[in-house]
């Protein structure tokens, strides 16, 4: 009987070995993928039905010691499946459903090292992720990974809305829209309109210890292209050994995209206590210095000082704001700081600025400074001030930092995006998290979701911000940016655009400006998502300006999102429900086309009258030559209310919702 089991177990795992292809199909069934190998070529390919989503495309690697890519045997598949729900410390909504079947595929060379790897698949209801697991083993211990072989074989030459790699720095370049063909080298989140009914964005999760991703375009087949170091290796590691997953979030529509919550469910849980972190909004001193008004520099213009940050704080506190970040406060803004960043002091105030006088005045109002670290991008002289600047912080009750490295290179020698920088990135996360400190980084890396391991990292840049319209020779951000980001750079996670300028004057750049109307500011309060929102104009600017209450009463952290109404790149509709009350906030924007828009509040709570506050264009708006009318009106509405709303070109609007 024994020797008859023994058989049978014999005869299953050969079985199993030889078996060549595999299938996972998400929780609802919809989504199908295949794995598997191909006359040694490891490969995988996603279907929505019956229809290609992703056809046959190859995986694997070139290390410096050689391919590691078309010489596999599949040595087994392994399934498991995942259901939970987990909460948030603050976010587009409380709880997030992870549920997914996953497909482990485990390969091993058919000679030579027979070195082992394996690929790990996640496939949702709202797409998939995929990673690389280099276990540890004998043939394979410290490498260097030269290129990442992994395709994303469309089936179609579809409209792709991305900003290049090559030529720009910080990912701040405009997204714009072409076929895939056309395409150079781009960044990632790169956002398909496949047809109709299908929407993709492609995108990676957990960057850790790796390269940043970009595609590089042949035909219609998007390539695998690692941001290298100066030496030309991709990646140093050294196995046991993961990659950042890979991911394809799948929609019907285009707010399917906002909705998801891949990206997070890909990241490890919670790493951190999370009792001392904090939402709302701030203001800062920082706008004038891009109107000529400041400087971050001393002499006789200098913003950063102590009766200009007490005026800020009073500010603050009247208005509720919770927050003041003040720039150019510490030691190293004279001269040209982008060439010599290593000149930074970040415990070394100027003599203008009483650092600790200031944060025990703004304490007795209710209000923190942020503390602003540029760097100009010494990565180096920056970690070695680390502990040193972060326990000053803590101990003088500062909670958030807001980090810059406006430099080409870091240290000089590597670029922002390889995995160097990703490596000091993560270093200033984990370090803030030990201190007690909410991070905003900017020219950083783009999120992939690590909000979720550690939320102190509560929003970055790696965007084309409202400081464009500031100092940009092009005029500014053109009408479809904002109305575009929440659909490819808000994908990505949190974003510090620094909305609500009021003032659209340019003494420094006079053609320059933001290309909105003064309700569509309002409106990005709603459509932008970061949970440390800026009111990034001068104070002067918002006094006695009745669109400020929406600014005041607008909450950054959120129990329930939903996208109403959207076309990528045209106009957006959002509405969203206060973690903290009954109320909810909707935003809506176009581009530069006038828009009458239906908005029906069937979100609402049934058989509850709510008392709704509109913010809208007015006669006569528009952003190219009169930005600032505005009609703020009052009604009673319900479930079964839907309201019409004239957007002016490049116009929007914002409405409170307050259950009576």
């Known amino acids: 009987m024994k020797k008859t089991i023994l058989l049978l177990i014999t005869i299953f795992s050969l079985s199993a070995a030889a078996k060549s292809v595999e299938t996972v199909s998400s929780p609802d069934g919809r989504l199908t993928l295949s794995a598997g190998v191909r006359q040694g070529q490891a490969f995988y390919q996603l279907s929505r039905g019956s229809e290609p989503v992703i056809n046959t495309s190859n995986l694997g690697f070139q290390l410096s010691q050689g391919l590691f890519s078309n010489n596999f045997r599949i040595i087994g598949f392994l399934h498991d499946t995942k259901d939970e729900t987990w909460e948030q410390p603050w976010g587009e909504e409380r709880f997030v459903r992870n549920h997914y079947n996953e497909l482990r595929m485990r390969l091993q060379e058919k000679n030579g090292l027979k070195r082992l790897l394996n690929v790990v698949f996640r496939v949702f209801d709202d797409g998939i992720g995929f990673r690389y697991e280099f276990p540890q083993q004998s043939h394979l211990k410290q490498f260097e990974i030269m290129d990442e072989l992994t395709e994303f074989n469309l089936p179609w030459d579809a409209q792709m809305w991305s900003q290049p790699t090559n030529g720009t720095v910080y990912y701040e370049a405009l997204y714009t829209k072409e076929p895939v063909s056309r395409k150079d080298t781009v960044s990632t989140p790169v956002t398909i309109e496949a047809k109709p009914d299908l929407y993709l964005a492609i995108h990676e999760a957990n960057l850790t210890d790796y390269a940043s991703l970009n595609l590089t375009p042949r035909d219609t087949k998007l390539l695998t292209a690692l941001t290298p170091w100066q030496s030309g290796v991709k990646v140093y590691a050294q196995a046991p050994f993961v990659s950042p997953w890979r991911t394809i979030i799948v929609g019907a529509k285009p707010g399917d995209l906002i909705a998801s919550r891949l990206i997070l469910n890909l990241n490890e849980p919670c790493r951190i206590d999370t009792s001392w972190l904090e939402t709302g909004r701030y203001i800062g001193i920082w706008w004038g210095m891009h109107m000529n008004d400041y400087t971050w520099a001393q002499g006789p213009k200098h913003g950063a000082t102590t009766e200009m940050t007490r005026r800020y704080i009073d500010f603050a506190a009247q208005h509720g704001f919770k927050g003041v970040l003040v720039e150019g406060w510490n030691e190293g803004w004279d001269g040209d700081w982008t060439r010599i960043g290593n000149h930074f002091k970040f415990t070394k105030p100027y003599p203008d600025y009483d650092l600790e006088g200031l944060c025990r005045y703004a304490a007795s109002k209710g209000v923190r400074l942020i503390a602003h670290n540029e760097t100009g991008g010494s990565a180096t002289n920056y970690e070695q001030q680390l502990d040193a600047a972060f326990a000053l912080y803590q101990r003088l009750g500062i909670n958030s930092v807001k980090t810059g490295y406006v430099n080409m290179m870091l240290d000089g020698k590597e670029t ?32 992939t979701g690590l909000r979720r391991t550690y939320p102190n990292l509560v929003a970055t840049e790696d965007m084309r911000g409202q400081e464009y319209n500031a100092w940009s020779q092009d005029g500014g ?30 003494k420094a750049v006079p053609a320059t400006h933001p290309q909105s109307t003064l309700a569509k500011q309002l409106s990005l309060y709603v459509l932008l998502y970061t949970p440390w929102q800026m009111a990034a104009d001068e104070i002067e600017n918002y006094e006695h300006q009745p669109a400020l209450n929406f600014i005041e009463s607008c909450p950054t952290n959120w129990t329930v999102s939903k996208v109403i109404d959207a076309q990528i790149g045209r106009y957006l509709v959002m509405a969203r429900k206060d973690r903290d009350s009954e109320r909810w906030f909707v935003g809506g924007a176009t581009d530069n086309e006038a828009r009458t828009l239906t908005i029906p509040l069937d979100f609402l709570d049934a058989n509850t009258t709510y008392r709704a506050i509109i913010y809208q264009d007015g006669p006569g708006a528009d952003y190219r030559t009169n930005p600032y009318p505005m009609t703020i009106l009052q009604q009673d509405v319900s479930s079964i209310t839907s309201l019409h709303i004239n957007l002016a070109p490049s116009g929007g609007f914002a409405i409170t919702l307050s259950p009576l």
């Open 416 to 447: 922002q995006h390889s995995q160097y920088g990703i490596r000091h990135y993560r270093k200033v996360i984990e370090t803030a998290a030990k201190y007690h400190l909410m991070v905003v980084n900017h020219e950083g890396a783009m999120p």
């Open 477 to 506: 951000n053109p009408p479809y940016h904002e109305v575009l980001l929440p659909f490819t750079r808000g994908l990505a996670g949190p974003m510090d655009y620094t909305p609500g300028i009021f003032n659209f004057t340019n």
